[in-house]
């Protein structure tokens, strides 16, 4: 969800809407992302980025992946495990151009009016609590450390859809939501402990 207190029914509508009338209504359109694999015995996921720049837009669309994930407070080199970035308009699947601005961040200039789809492939080789990993039993998926965004778009609605199982975003903040509830009840707990009988 894009605001905080926006209702179920509010989400629900805002997906018909935005997918009935993507072009009246443009900042209803959703970004979305697509995750699979050809080959888990070579730890590489191929994830798929498609949004909708509007029209007026004056800056290029510029692609950022994390450089840091939250509980650690340290900057790290997630962009070391992609590969093959291609850039592309989703509508006649023509290659756009792009440049790298920085390790971790890509620049598409003319991406005003198109549907931009950006397709790499990611290393997924790390099992820890902050890394990703596939192999051919299980796969463990860290958006934070996979998943590149538009920059000044975060709080749009998404959809993640992988291996044909789609997954809400009504279904990512409820993760996240009980993720909070359940750090706020640890950091609760001590306090609770220290008050006298």
Request: hydrophobic share 40%.
């Amino acid at each position: 969800m894009s605001g905080k207190g926006k209702g179920l029914s509010d989400f629900y509508a805002s997906r018909l809407i935005g997918s009935s009338f993507k072009g009246i209504y443009p900042a209803l359109a959703m970004i979305h992302y697509r995750v699979s694999y050809e080959n888990p015995l070579t730890f590489y996921l191929q994830i798929e980025l498609t949004l909708d720049v509007a029209a007026d837009a004056q800056a290029p669309l510029e692609l950022q992946l994390p450089a840091w994930r939250p509980g650690r407070y340290e900057l790290q080199n997630f962009a070391q495990k992609i590969q093959k970035v291609e850039v592309f308009d989703a509508i006649t699947n023509q290659p756009l151009p792009y440049r790298k601005l920085t390790k971790d961040r890509w620049e598409v200039p003319n991406a005003a009016g198109r549907t931009v789809r950006v397709r790499y492939n990611f290393y997924a080789h790390q099992m820890d609590a902050g890394g990703s990993w596939l192999d051919e039993s299980q796969l463990y998926l860290n958006p934070v450390q996979a998943l590149m965004y538009a920059e000044g778009r975060q709080l749009e609605d998404l959809t993640l859809k992988g291996f044909n199982h789609p997954i809400p975003a009504v279904e990512i903040l409820r993760w996240r939501e009980e993720g909070e509830a359940a750090e706020a009840e640890t950091a609760e707990a001590p306090r609770r402990r220290k008050q006298p009988l």
